[in-house]
């Protein structure tokens, strides 16, 4: 059991560290950079729940995929690669960050109040859980039609992006 | 091991990604924050799904995945009509609906 805490942690320390890089770095691309820290260690932190399917998914779509889409909307919208501290935020910086404080302090209190004492515990049967096989089932059984309504929403979302990027 | 410790390092990754929502100028940098809150709520469903056993939790996850990238898709090409409307990707340069 200690094992999997000390995982947890260190993996937790290394996307907190790389959530702020995210929003302080002064470099876009360093941002997108921090952006696939964290999205690899929340793909890390599946394979710790033991949901192996949406760890691979995550690491799929996400790192492969919506990264490098990331670093094409810096490269076709020329963002700065060097830029002098300060340039890339608005001015409401210490608003926000009061703002999110005391978000995460609200959250945090009652995230503790309520689940204080709810253990996750690793068993064997939940390796079956996380399976491509159970997932598989279960979307094409349970979750059939918000299936096909997603892959509605991605044809749309593609047609809306070429319509919107079109030079005419 | 504890779920709040997954709930609380979620709640953290949300609160950064809101910050970095109310904070950055750069219509990009807007975007990463945005996909930061939606990786927090990922989290929260997949740790849900194994303290309760029940796989909806990772279904719904794989959901939010395919939501987030079509979200994106979008994100950038509207970025992108910015960019080429207003020489900037800066979001305080867009003070009109009608360009």
Redesign the interface.
């Known amino acids: 059991?200690w094992a999997?805490?000390v995982a947890?942690w260190i993996i937790?320390v290394a996307?907190?560290g790389a959530?702020?890089g995210?929003?302080r770095s002064n470099n876009?691309v360093h941002?997108?950079l921090f952006?696939v820290v964290?999205?690899a260690g929340?793909a890390a932190?599946?394979i710790l729940?033991?949901?192996e399917?949406?760890a691979w998914?995550?690491v799929l779509?996400?790192i492969g995929?919506?990264v490098v889409?990331?670093l094409?909307?810096?490269m076709?919208?020329?963002?700065p690669m060097r830029e002098e501290a300060g340039?890339?935020?608005?001015n409401?910086?210490l608003?926000?960050?009061v703002?999110?404080?005391f978000?995460?302090g609200v959250?945090?209190m009652f995230?503790?109040d309520a689940?204080?004492?709810?253990?996750?515990k690793?068993k064997d049967?939940?390796v079956q859980?996380?399976s491509t096989n159970?997932?598989g089932n279960?979307?094409f059984h349970?979750?059939v039609i918000?299936f096909e309504v997603?892959s509605m929403?991605?044809l749309?979302?593609?047609v809306?992006?070429v319509a919107?990027?079109r030079r005419d | 091991m504890p779920i709040n410790y997954f709930l609380i390092l979620s709640a953290f990754l949300f609160c950064t990604g809101a910050y970095g929502v109310m904070a950055r100028r750069n219509s990009v940098l807007v975007l990463m924050s945005i996909e930061l809150m939606l990786n927090a709520v990922n989290l929260n469903l997949v740790a849900f799904s194994t303290h309760l056993e029940n796989v909806s939790g990772q279904v719904f996850a794989l959901f939010v995945i395919t939501i987030a990238a079509a979200e994106v898709g979008i994100g950038l090409a509207i970025v992108l009509l910015i960019y080429r409307n207003l020489r900037s990707p800066d979001l305080d340069q867009v003070e009109q609906l009608k360009g």
């Open positions: 059991m999997q805490e947890f937790a996307m907190a959530a702020i995210v929003v876009v941002a997108a952006l964290v999205l929340s932190q599946y729940l033991l949901a399917f949406v998914v995550q779509i996400y995929a919506i889409l990331f094409f909307g810096v076709l919208t020329r963002a340039k890339l935020d608005n409401q910086r608003a926000s960050g703002v999110a404080l978000l995460f959250l945090t995230l503790v689940f204080h004492g709810d253990e996750v690793f049967s939940l859980l996380g159970n997932i279960s979307i349970d979750y918000p997603v929403l991605l749309a979302a593609l809306g992006a919107l990027a």
